[in-house]
């Protein structure tokens, strides 16, 4: 009797832990998803002020979208990678991005 009530109590807690894990990895997707969306967001904010500025710099787009200057040259690269915008310059402050 003892074995039986050991093991149901092992199925029990075996499902606890597993319900608790999959929820962590529903979080966690949901957060992944919530990301690429916020990105999406700045990426079509990004795009729009290309249209009325035909240039832009990676400090512009820095304090345009809020980003740190890593994520600014992240998406401008993304984007010319595209082919929707060029570089002009190779490297320092006289660089900068131009709708093609």
């Known amino acids: 009797m003892q074995i ?6 092992g199925i029990i807690v075996g499902l606890g832990i597993a319900l608790l894990l999959r929820t962590k990895e529903d979080k966690d997707m949901q957060f992944v998803e919530q990301l690429s969306e916020k990105k999406k967001k700045k990426m079509q904010k990004l795009l729009k002020h290309f249209e009325k500025n035909q240039r832009l710099t990676n400090d512009e787009v820095e304090a345009l979208l809020g980003v740190s200057n890593t994520t600014a040259y992240r998406y401008l690269e993304e984007l010319e990678e595209k082919g929707l915008v060029r570089q002009v310059g190779r490297t320092g402050a006289g660089v900068f991005y131009e709708k093609k």
């Open 4 to 9: 039986i009530i050991v093991l149901f109590f």
